[in-house]
């Protein structure tokens, strides 16, 4: 039964049918956010084809932190791209943050 169970995300990006390629913030309040020149991005891919779909990919804040070597990050955004009724889809999210110094 848990493989029937949906997942909902912190955020739902509009979806066109057609398509679409959005970028957007994370977080809404960037206004304290310092954007420092290490970023870091982690990518998710999907193609669907009838009831066949295959996705792949880690796309989350701390798979794109570690992408750069980003100790902290301090502001994220995402970029979610979808072609004819999502055939294919794409999400990247990058993270933003100082340099791990080790």
């Known amino acids: 039964m848990a493989g029937c169970a949906r997942y909902e995300a912190q955020f739902q990006p509009p979806i066109g049918y057609l ?15 310092i954007i420092n020149i290490r970023e870091g991005s982690a990518a998710t891919q999907t193609f669907q084809w009838g009831i066949w779909g295959f996705s792949g990919g880690d796309a989350t804040v701390k798979a794109a932190m570690n992408s750069a070597l980003i100790k902290e990050a301090e ?28």
Do not use: M, R, W
Not at 19 to 32: C, G, H, Q, R, S
Not at 75 to 101: C, I, M, P, R, S
């Open 19 to 33: 398509y679409t390629n959005i970028k957007a913030p994370l977080k809404v309040d960037a206004k304290d956010s």
């Open 75 to 102: 502001y994220a955004d995402y970029q979610y791209t979808n072609v004819l009724f999502g055939l294919f889809q794409t999400l990247t999210v990058y993270a933003y943050g100082k340099e791990n110094k080790f």
